[in-house]
C-alpha cells in the first residue's frame, strides 16, 4: 500500500460508483438503542479506521457475511458453519443510497493504489498490535486516505471472512446531500437514519 500522502492525490482521481439497495450490520443487543451508532469502530478501530481517527459504519452484503465477519459464526476445516456462544446480537437491514462509493472488489485500481486482494483481506500485521505501537495497518492508512480525501463516502471491499461476500463500509461522517442509511423495521420498533449533510461538490 502507497503511503497516505500518495494515496490522497491518487484517489482524488479513482473513479466513484453509486450503491442503492440494502446492506447488513450485527450489533450486540445492548446497543439497540442507537443501532446506526459507530462509536464502538470509532473507539476500538476497524479494518479500515485506527482508533479514535474517524468512525465508520461497517456492513455487508449479507446476513451471513455480516455474521462471519463479527465472528458469530466460523467455518470449520470442512467447510461447516459453526455458531458461538455470544450474547444476544440485532441482525439490521440498512436501506442504503450512496452516491461516492469506492469499489475495491475489482482489481482496477489495485496497482494505482500499490495494494492488492491479498492485503486487503489480510489479517497480518495484526491491526491490535499495530494500534498498539500507534502505528496503522496498510488497510488503516487506505481508510485514512478516503476519509481526507473528502470525496469518498463509502468502501465497497472484498469480506476477509466470506469469499463470496463483500463488505460496505461507511463512513459516516462524509455524506453528502442526497445520501442515507436508514434501518429498515416495518414493525417500527426500531427507527434510525443518517442523511447526509456536506453539499454535493460542484463537479
Not at 470449520?76 to 461516492?100: K, Q, S, V, W
Not at 426500531?190 to 463537479?203: F, H, N, R, S, Y
Request: negative net charge; proline residues 6%; glycine residues 6%.
Amino acid at each position: 500500500m502507497h503511503s497516505i500522502e500518495r494515496l490522497i492525490p491518487l484517489l482524488e482521481k479513482a473513479p466513484l460508483v453509486s450503491f442503492s439497495g440494502f446492506s447488513f450490520r450485527v450489533i450486540a443487543d445492548r446497543w439497540r438503542a442507537d443501532p446506526l451508532s459507530a462509536i464502538g469502530a470509532f473507539e476500538r478501530g476497524g479494518r479500515f479506521n485506527a482508533p479514535h481517527m474517524f468512525p465508520i459504519l461497517y456492513s455487508a452484503d449479507s446476513q451471513l457475511t455480516a455474521l462471519l465477519e463479527v465472528e458469530a459464526l466460523f467455518v470449520d476445516g470442512e467447510d461447516r458453519l459453526r455458531g458461538a456462544p455470544r450474547n444476544p446480537d440485532l441482525i439490521l437491514t440498512l436501506d442504503c443510497t450512496l452516491l461516492r462509493v469506492l469499489d475495491l472488489t475489482v482489481a482496477n485500481l489495485y496497482a494505482d493504489l500499490g495494494t492488492s486482494y491479498e492485503e486487503l483481506v489480510s489479517n497480518t500485521p495484526s491491526r491490535f498490535l499495530s494500534n498498539a505501537r500507534n502505528q496503522e495497518t496498510p488497510t488503516q492508512q487506505l481508510g485514512q486516505a478516503c476519509f481526507r480525501s473528502g470525496r469518498i463516502s463509502a468502501l465497497k471491499v472484498p469480506s476477509a471472512v466470506n469469499p463470496k461476500g463483500y463488505c460496505l463500509d461507511i463512513l459516516i461522517e462524509s455524506l453528502v446531500v442526497g445520501e442515507r442509511v436508514a434501518l429498515l423495521d416495518q414493525n417500527g420498533l426500531l427507527q434510525a437514519e443518517v442523511t447526509g449533510w456536506i453539499p454535493k461538490p460542484i463537479a
